[in-house]
């Protein structure tokens, strides 16, 4: 099975500083999903990426993936409060299953 | 975008007990549902896939008789935790893509406490 890991497993940030997590993969992803989460609550669609090389923008939030598709970055701009929580990288490797990685507690401080 | 609601919210039962998590999609159609458990601080960790008019797969370490899954619907998954256990106790969450290798919907999670 295939094993996402993100890094790092919590970050603290001073409001306003930018910030990026990584997510890598042990191989080849089909679909690469950028989740945010309130622990206890759903997950909020962040972007999804499918081309090697890809780079999509929302709001402050970039999100990357790389030409061999086994490793995303997602990167945060002028962070505000409203950015806390725990990120969450998902990845399909082409069975339709959407499995998580480890998770990223984000932590914004004034 | 799409709706995928989950039922009940939050759910206290007794041990040895069984206790059924509901989890439908309101605007779309959802041959494949997929559900998740949570523990704190922790990643979702993918327990099954649910398949509409077909028994439900795996994954490994998941045990079938105790985490019951039924697809009974286009639009509805149940999961049924039978007599429940403290150590199930969790955060139990279900999601459904509106079409395969795209963007999935959550629902809200349910958060089990079993005493």
């Known amino acids: 099975s295939q094993e996402l890991e993100q890094s790092p497993q919590s970050l603290i940030v001073q409001e306003g500083k930018n910030l990026t997590i990584n997510c890598t993969s042990s191989k080849t992803l089909y679909g690469l999903y950028w989740y945010k989460q309130k622990y206890g609550e759903g997950l909020i669609f962040l972007m999804m990426l499918q081309k090697g090389g890809e780079e999509k923008s929302h709001e402050k939030i970039t999100a990357k993936l790389d030409e061999k598709k086994q490793q995303s970055s997602l990167h945060i701009t002028a962070s505000q409060p409203s950015h806390a929580g725990i990120y969450l990288c998902g990845a399909t490797v082409g069975n339709e299953k959407l499995t998580f990685g480890t998770g990223t507690r984000l932590t914004i401080i004034p | 975008g799409a709706v995928v609601s989950q039922h009940p919210s939050w759910v206290i039962c007794k041990s040895g007990t069984s206790v059924k998590i509901e989890c439908r999609s309101l605007?779309?159609?959802?041959?494949?549902m997929f559900w998740y458990r949570q523990f704190p601080k922790q990643s979702l960790m993918l327990m099954a896939t649910?398949?509409?008019?077909?028994?439900?797969?795996?994954e490994q370490g998941v045990e079938k008789d105790k985490f019951l899954i039924n697809h009974a619907s286009l639009t509805l998954s149940t999961l049924t935790v039978t007599s429940a256990h403290p150590e199930d106790s969790s955060f139990y969450i279900c999601?459904?893509?509106?079409?395969?290798?795209?963007?999935?919907?959550f629902g809200q999670g349910t958060r089990l406490t079993v005493v």
């Open positions: 999601s459904a893509p509106l079409q395969l290798n795209t963007e999935a919907f």
């Open positions: 649910s398949n509409e008019g077909s028994k439900a797969t795996y």
């Open positions: 605007d779309f159609q959802a041959t494949t």
